[in-house]
């Protein structure tokens, strides 16, 4: 009897905010591996907010995703039939597997073997040892220019990739960080665990500029943006001298169309301050990836990194997982298991 795979489809375009009913779960034969390729069972795939910006049926940083195909995303799993010599039956990989059970590989792109020799949890090489944390090293230190002594303003900052990047500067030496992120909970952890200086609820602050400026009277050196053009605008006229922001993400705007995204007004700093601008898909850094997986495994083996993460199981709770991201509910990395780790 042939091997049997599930995976979740575009139903239809998303319109605004993403519902469950856009997005189904088909069964289908499993891929058969030919000759160079070889086959994953995946044990735990990932919903990210960017996914949004390819689910309207128009193009952005991606090409727009047919409907009828399966959902992008990062995964990780064993390998379970190969016709591929550097990876026999049983290695561990993280890859961009889609919302799927198992996924067809052929060595190319984004994919990596497991270390034997890091002991920690499989669903971490697709949170922070995955693309989020990769996201956060590289927005930080490549983009942003993070130096020891900055002040530092993350959006976000309960999320996975705000979480790693805050961390991240607190561990390089930075003189403040401060995180913005969504209910006490969230902003009680990060002060607490993270180690982050103080965290801003935006929900329950009546004058969320008047809390940035009190917490950062000397001004922000960088902001790690993750939530959009609305935030950039109101941050700029806090910018210090050579100040630079890292657009990370930007899951405020997904869900609006070009015409309903604020604009960006406050644009005089980028003159009187020198201030620098620049956003980042973390592909590019895909050479130093194996630097960065390294060090962030030490840091977190040593208390140094903490983490938060959703575990939800089976994959058809993969289309609900990731709606809840753009309700605000999530609180760290939202991970789905798909398979047995057995």
């Known amino acids: 009897m042939a091997e049997m795979m599930k995976q979740v489809v575009l139903q239809q375009y998303c319109v605004g905010a993403p519902k469950p009913d856009d997005f189904q779960v088909v069964e289908k034969d499993a891929p058969i591996p030919k000759d160079g390729q070889f086959r994953v069972r995946h044990i735990w795939n990932s919903v990210d907010p960017g996914t949004r910006s390819r689910l309207s049926g128009g193009d952005s940083y991606a090409a727009a995703l047919p409907l009828g195909k399966a959902i992008d995303g990062f995964s990780v799993g064993v390998v379970d039939a190969s016709e591929h010599a550097d990876y026999p039956v049983g290695t561990k990989v993280f890859c ?11 060595g190319n792109g984004f994919i990596g073997k497991v270390p034997d020799a890091v002991p920690l949890p499989l669903s971490l090489w697709i949170g922070v040892l995955g693309v989020p944390g990769l996201t956060a090293w590289f927005g930080l230190k490549s983009v942003a220019k993070f130096a020891e002594g900055d002040r530092v303003l993350v959006t976000s900052a309960a999320g996975p990739v705000g979480a790693t990047a805050g961390q991240l500067a607190k ?4 003189a403040q960080v401060i995180g913005v992120a969504g209910s006490d909970t969230k902003c009680q952890w990060l002060v607490d665990e993270a180690g982050f200086d103080a965290a801003i609820n935006y929900k ?3 004058d969320l500029d008047g809390a940035i400026r009190d917490a ?12 959009g053009n609305a935030m950039v605008n109101r941050v700029l006229p806090m910018m210090r ?3 630079r922001i890292c657009i990370s993400g930007q899951v405020a705007d997904y869900n609006l169309s070009p015409e309903e995204t604020p604009g960006i007004v406050n644009t005089k700093p980028f003159i009187t301050h020198r201030v620098l601008k620049q956003g980042l898909v973390v592909f590019d850094f895909a050479r130093e990836f194996p630097v960065a997986l390294n060090e962030m495994a030490g840091l977190i ?7 938060k993460e959703e575990q939800f199981d089976g994959i058809e709770t993969m289309p ?5 991201l753009f309700r605000g509910e999530n609180f760290g990395r939202r991970v789905v298991r798909v398979g047995s780790d057995a």
């Open 96 to 106: 961009a597997g889609g919302w799927r059970t198992h996924t067809i590989q052929t």
């Open 171 to 174: 561990v390089g030496g930075a």
């Open 204 to 206: 329950t602050t009546p």
């Open 216 to 227: 950062m009277p000397e001004g922000v050196d960088v902001l790690f943006d993750n939530v």
């Open 241 to 243: 001298l050579n100040g």
């Open 301 to 307: 083996g040593s208390g140094h990194l903490k983490l």
């Open 320 to 324: 609900d997982a990731f709606c809840g």
